[in-house]
């Protein structure tokens, strides 16, 4: 059985990136210098910083992992639009934090989200019309490439503005909306490909077959990219230099071994 998939546009999740990325100095390297390095959002809304908000948040040290970044992010999609922040961290001066900052107003959020709302939902009607036909079979097709199925009843999947790229942790995706919806399938499988095939997994099972685990990532998206070409529109006039949505192989180390490596991958995942 496949997991439901729920799209989401919601003000909560987007005005804590969006401080997030304002005050991406004080948040976990990985993510400062990933996907909460948007410095041209940052440049573009330097003037909503606050000393007062800076100040608070390096006196509290709000999150001390990538994954307290994750576990705070993914309750607030979880959370009702009625609900409070209590339940959403283990770390109660994180509620306590983004609760003040909140209600005092988040400097310049209110402006942002005037236009943002409208045209992230507009976003959001658009990218599901082209994803309900596909979704169902992206989602078997990952199941099998994985040789695992899948745990998951629901997954959330939220369009946030301001973020560099995107993320999927546990049974929550939230990631930027590009333009190019054909971009966007891709993005989204190799979030959902994330979700099935745990990079810890790949990487030891990469290992034992003694294999270079640096790829791991090449493997984990390449899954992603064979369960959803099928349903990648094909580029047409003006644009026939467009030749689908291809990883670049630029961006993964030791490519050249990927052929071979995939179909040792294969063998050593383990069936279920």
């Known amino acids: 059985m496949n997991p439901q998939v729920e799209f989401g546009v919601s003000r909560v999740v987007n005005e804590f990136c969006h401080i997030s990325v304002l ?38 040290g709000p999150f001390a992992s990538e994954s307290e970044w994750y576990r705070f992010a993914t309750g607030l ?19 306590e934090l983004f609760r003040k900052i909140r209600q005092g107003g988040v400097a310049g959020f209110e ?7 409208p045209r992230l939902e507009e976003y959001k009607e658009k990218f599901q019309s082209e994803w309900s036909p596909i979704g169902d079979q992206v989602l078997s097709r990952l199941s099998t490439l994985a040789k695992t199925p899948w745990a998951l ?27 190019d919806l054909q971009v966007q399938k891709k993005f989204l499988a190799h979030e959902l490909s994330e979700l099935i095939t745990p990079r810890r997994i790949v990487g030891d099972a990469l290992r034992r077959a003694d294999l270079n685990s640096e ?42 071994n990927f052929i071979h490596s995939s179909s040792v991958m294969q063998r050593a995942l383990p069936s279920t």
């Open 23 to 60: 005050y991406g100095e004080l948040m976990p390297i990985e993510l400062a210098s990933g996907m909460l390095g948007n410095k041209a959002y940052r440049a573009q809304n330097a003037h909503f910083r606050r000393d007062e908000v800076r100040l608070e948040l390096q006196r509290v």
């Open 153 to 179: 009843d629901r997954i959330r999947v939220h369009f946030i503005d301001c973020l560099y790229g995107g993320f999927g942790w546990n049974d929550c995706i939230g990631f930027a909306a590009f333009p």
């Open 215 to 256: 790829i791991t990532h090449t493997v984990v998206d390449m899954l992603a990219y064979f369960s959803v070409r099928d349903f990648l529109e094909r580029p047409v006039f003006p644009n026939p230099e467009k030749k689908g949505i291809k990883p670049n192989p630029n961006y993964y180390p030791a490519v050249q």
């Open 111 to 117: 402006q942002i989200w005037k236009e943002a709302k």
């Open 77 to 95: 999609m979880k959370r009702a639009p009625s609900g409070g922040l209590e339940a959403i961290s283990g770390n109660s001066k994180l509620a």
